[in-house]
């Protein structure tokens, strides 16, 4: 009997360690939903977490390409306390400190009507790819020359 | 002069003598290797003896592995806040600690605490049922101890330590979820959903069960080969008892290395 129950419970925690708990982490976040279109999400992933003025406020729910313009749709879960964002606040993509995760972080604009569940966020900043920008600075600096 | 010629010779006798007692002993054990392995499968025919060393082995060394895996868990979630937090990436803390259990610490450290705990006890057991003569009087009832005694032992560790590994990694991954999450206030999401991303069910925790089945093989073999082959007193029994925490913790430091190139590396 304990043998059995030892054999199971060591079985249990090999298994839990190998699946992936799909939903672990988001279905605690309840609010409501807003997309935002951006060129490039760069490492931005599912659980990702959506701040503003640096405080977490809600998470990404999942994320997917428009069909139509190529462009990555990410669909966010913000908490329901926060439910007065500005219409026309501001989305873009930030690495935290150097070797961070990203995220979203949202600049709150000077509207007076707010986001409602479902409404997209219009005005975004994609992720920025460090090797882009060098790219850019060094086709600059060649230009100039 | 004379003397200290003497003492050189001496010396080096010693030295011959300690070099042929090793290679004694470990042929020993290669030949016990031997008759060990024609009687792993027989050994199956009675079920129920290996479920007995499930229970001595397994169950009874579940305590020490769980506090330990607490413990250690709780350990890695501070240090690695620490290091993590000055890079500004405490997200990654929990695939820091998942990573570092499930590879490494889970199936070392438990195999380690499995030597001291139940590879000393089953040297003890055996060696002592020699010394009282009960393996010599289950051979003269045409009972083969290799088959009875050792084998359902060896079978016990090799199934036990997979199975304590992996709650000992699961134990520390709470651990480290109850420092970073709950004390020092990582981001929950990010703590589950970087293991998620980063773990490799196929690389990193069969990686881990291999490692810790290879283990468990060892620490039973040299802990029932100690056994076997202790000199029948109180005092070899003692050795015995010694030999098995000290050769079995050298073996796995060693194999975990070998594995771990293997496996990891290049």
Do not use: C
Request: proline fraction near 3%; glycine fraction near 10%; charge should be neutral.
């Amino acid at each position: 009997m304990v043998v059995g129950a030892f054999v199971l419970a060591g079985i249990a925690a090999l298994l839990v360690l190998t699946l992936k708990w799909s939903d672990f982490g988001t279905s605690s976040v309840s609010g409501y939903t807003l997309t935002a279109e951006f060129d490039n999400i760069g490492g931005l992933t599912d659980r990702s977490p959506i701040k503003m003025a640096g405080v977490t406020i809600g998470r990404v729910s999942h994320i997917q390409i428009d069909p139509n313009t190529f462009e990555a749709v990410v669909t966010m879960v913000i908490s329901s306390q926060y439910d007065n964002l500005p219409k026309d606040s501001f989305a873009s993509i930030y690495t935290a400190g150097l070797l961070g995760a990203q995220y979203i972080e949202i600049s709150p604009g000077g509207d007076t009507k707010v986001l409602k569940n479902g409404d997209k966020i219009t005005m975004t900043q994609s992720a920025v790819i460090l090797e882009k920008v060098i790219s850019k600075f060094l086709f600059n600096k060649a230009a100039a020359q | 002069m004379n003397g200290h010629r003497n003492a050189f010779l001496d010396g080096l006798a010693l030295l011959g003598q300690a070099a042929m007692a090793a290679a004694a002993h470990s042929g020993q054990m290669v030949l016990f290797t031997g008759h060990l392995l024609w009687r792993l499968l027989p050994a199956w025919t009675r079920p129920r003896l290996i479920i007995q060393e499930l229970y001595a082995i397994g169950v009874l060394s579940l305590v020490i592995i769980l506090i330990s895996g607490g413990f250690v868990g709780l350990v890695l979630g501070l240090q690695g806040y620490n290091i993590l937090s000055k890079f500004n990436a405490t997200e990654s803390l929990g695939v820091m600690v998942a990573l570092s259990l499930v590879r490494e610490l889970g199936p070392v450290v438990t195999a380690l605490l499995f030597a001291g705990r139940a590879g000393s006890a089953v040297t003890a057991e055996i060696a002592l049922m020699k010394t009282t003569e009960q393996l010599s009087a289950m051979e003269m009832m045409a009972v083969d101890p290799l088959r009875r005694v050792v084998a359902p032992r060896f079978w016990g560790a090799v199934f036990s330590m997979p199975l304590l590994a992996g709650l000992f990694s699961l134990v520390g991954i709470a651990g480290g979820y109850f420092i970073g999450v709950v004390v020092l206030g990582v981001d929950p999401a990010s703590y589950w959903g970087q293991i998620q991303q980063q773990m490799q069910p196929m690389d990193d925790v069969l990686n881990g069960v291999i490692k810790s089945l290879v283990f468990g093989a060892v620490i039973g073999l040299i802990a029932v080969f100690e056994g076997f082959n202790a000199e029948p007193t109180s005092l070899g029994i003692s050795r015995a008892t010694t030999r098995t925490v000290v050769l079995s913790s050298l073996s796995v430091l060693g194999l975990d290395f070998i594995l771990t190139a293997w496996m990891f590396g290049a």
